[in-house]
């Protein structure tokens, strides 16, 4: 089964640093492109980035360049999506996604990462 | 910067159609890909390419695109039809890559 598994919620201080992780199985991880998606409580998709797996190729959303990292260890099939400084704004469902080949639409998504962002 | 248009809530009766519009510039050169999010869970694709089905999505989804107008049609609406719906397109000419909608909630009465 073609699966992407994130990593479990988190709750986390503004100013503190995070790594959450979508793990793939069930396909050739390095052959498709992985992206995050930001879901602001009871707002729309966001696209924030993308990774290709096999070169660690990346792209980001302007509106997310610089804000957070996006990287990739093809050795175990997991790309990841990391923060060096949380703000409260940062609270949100994340989701990753792979970009199919043909059609390039976002075919598999992963169930989802909640990360709270208080004091 | 593209933008996609899509009206915030559509309400429709069971067994009646929705259609659900996405707007953009000259959107129908472009390829439009749907997705159906229920409360609670990730996005699921229901609609790529302007108008084909993924495996596993029932005939009753069904997408057309031409002009600045992309839509999803759903006939004979379910009750577990109620859902969020974005309309998606990759914006090749520009930084921003991905683009979605804003979302477009589907309300059965």
């Known amino acids: 089964e073609v699966q992407l598994v994130q990593s479990g919620a988190e709750v986390k201080k503004p100013g503190e640093s995070l790594k959450i992780s979508c793990k793939g199985s069930?396909?050739?991880?390095?052959?498709?492109?992985i992206g995050w998606v930001r879901q602001m409580p009871g707002k729309g998709l966001e696209w924030m980035g993308i990774?290709?797996?096999?070169?660690?190729?990346?792209r980001y959303s302007p509106s997310f360049q610089g804000q957070v990292t996006i990287s990739a260890d093809k050795s175990i099939s997991t790309a990841y999506l990391q923060w060096s400084s949380l703000k409260a704004s940062d609270t949100a469902m994340y989701y990753c996604?792979?970009?199919?080949?043909?059609?390039?639409?976002?075919?598999?998504w992963g169930q989802g990462t909640m990360v709270t962002v208080s004091s | 910067s593209y933008v996609l248009t899509q009206p915030p809530s559509v309400s429709v009766a069971p067994g009646q159609t929705a259609r659900i519009t996405c707007g953009g510039n000259?959107?129908?050169?472009?390829?439009v890909h749907w997705y159906q999010q229920k409360p609670g869970q990730a996005p699921v694709l229901v609609v790529y390419d302007d108008s084909d089905r993924p495996s596993g999505i029932p005939e009753r989804f069904s997408g057309s695109n031409s002009g600045n107008t992309a839509t999803l049609t759903i006939s004979r609406v379910e009750a577990g039809d109620e859902a969020d719906y974005y309309c998606?397109?990759?914006?090749?000419?520009?930084?921003?890559?991905?683009?979605f909608g804003g979302g477009t909630k589907l309300t059965v009465l």
């Open positions: 998606q397109v990759w914006d090749s000419s520009s930084d921003q890559g991905v683009v």
């Open positions: 069930g396909y050739s991880f390095t052959s498709y492109w």
């Open positions: 996604a792979r970009r199919g080949q043909q059609p390039p639409a976002f075919d598999i």
């Open positions: 000259n959107i129908g050169s472009k390829s």
């Open positions: 990774i290709y797996p096999g070169d660690s190729d990346t």
